[in-house]
């Protein structure tokens, strides 16, 4: 059912519940009808049942409006935000929208979201993503604070990680094919944003 829809129904529901009230408030002697009681107590229930639709429709909407600016891959939106920010900054961003920074899960969505950075941001930028050792150093976790299940960690070159105490976030490089690097979390870099639409 639509929006418009739901909204019909509610304002259909609504009027039937005033009338039933009006009508019950109507009878001799004060005494209820326990069948107008019951079909009242209905009533109210299905209009609680469609505003709670309605809230997860214009959600799902709002969600919606979010993949088609950004990119839709295996149960995720991602929004990029090319504005350079420190980790903090583009995590509280993320979060203000109902998101959070982007972390892949995979092999296959790592390449996705380089694809999609390459694209959306640039071919040469670097982007935060989900992950840091603020808490312990040299424990990576995501922004829920479990650890990783997949690592893109570039390890030919730099062996990374390799900052110790002062590089605690992570960040993709777009001129490294997506693989992963320590960085100062005061660093300004661009984000992709993930919201979870599965």
């Not at 059912?1 to 019950?24: E, N, Y």
């Not at 009681?37 to 809230?55: G, M, N, R, W």
């Amino acid at each position: 059912m639509d929006v418009k829809g739901l909204q019909v129904t509610l304002c259909l529901l609504l009027l039937v519940d005033c009338s039933l009230q009006q009508t019950s408030s109507k009878k001799k002697n004060g005494k209820k009808d326990s069948v107008t009681s019951a079909a009242i107590e209905k009533l109210q229930q299905q209009i609680d049942d469609i505003v709670q639709e309605l809230t997860l429709l214009k959600e799902h909407q709002a969600l919606q409006s979010v993949c088609l600016k950004g990119t839709k891959i295996l149960g995720k939106c991602l929004l990029a935000d090319p504005v350079k920010k420190t980790f903090q900054a583009a995590s509280d961003d993320c979060f203000a929208k109902g998101g959070t920074l982007c972390t892949p899960l995979t092999g296959v969505e790592n390449d996705q979201l380089y694809s999609y950075v390459r694209q959306s941001v640039g071919p040469e930028e670097q982007i935060w993503l989900g992950i840091s050792d603020m808490a312990t150093d040299g424990h990576w976790v995501d922004q829920s604070g479990s650890s990783l299940r997949f690592k893109n960690w570039e390890t030919e070159i730099t062996q990374q990680p390799d900052g110790g105490l002062s590089q605690n976030c992570a960040i993709m490089s777009t001129t490294a094919n997506g693989k992963w690097f320590d960085e100062s979390c005061r660093a300004e870099k661009a984000s992709v944003c993930e919201f979870n639409i599965a």
